[in-house]
């Protein structure tokens, strides 16, 4: 559309169904292009894409043409047929209901690119758990603790 710009940057967490540690060295690169490729199918950009064992972190710059949670299902249902098809875990895979979806300004790209970069330093020291809640309160957003991603029961 004619005289329509944006600038919308996110960082998106999500995590694997249980907080089971599936996704493996072998192929996680693969599945970070997998990820990239859908993002970039639909008309957005990948900025930075790391995981660990228990969850992912994307940075993207979005354009306005699609809602953040049609992206998110898509991206989860997707990889998730993915990773099955290719076998690259024993059962099935599936990524954990909902996620997190942060707005990011353009200033804070390069400190919010290093640190999903390092995300294997910085897991060392603070579980997962308590960066996500970290993470919610530092956004201001209200949450209920029953409802955040779960650990194996």
């Keep these: 559309m004619a005289n329509t710009y944006t600038q ?4 998106l967490v999500f995590a694997v169904q249980n907080r089971i540690s599936l996704i493996h060295d072998s192929w996680k690169s693969r599945l970070h ?7 970039h199918n639909h008309k957005h950009k990948m900025i930075a894409i790391n995981s ?3 969850h992912l972190h994307l940075v993207i710059g979005m354009r306005p043409m699609q809602a953040v949670s049609d992206l998110l299902f898509e991206l989860k249902r997707d990889s998730s047929r993915w990773i099955n098809k290719n076998n690259f875990v024993k059962g099935r895979f599936q990524w954990q209901d909902g996620y997190g979806a942060f ?8 400190d919010l690119v290093k640190y999903v970069q390092n995300q294997e330093i910085h897991h060392s020291s603070i579980p997962f758990l308590e960066e996500y809640k970290s993470l919610l309160n530092e956004f201001d957003v209200n949450f209920d603790e029953r409802y955040l991603f779960r650990e194996i029961e």
């Design 103 to 110: 707005s990011v300004a353009k200033s804070n790209l390069p």
């Design 33 to 39: 292009e997998y990820l990239t490729a859908i993002v």
């Design 52 to 54: 660990i064992p228990d």
């Design 8 to 11: 919308i940057h996110l960082h």
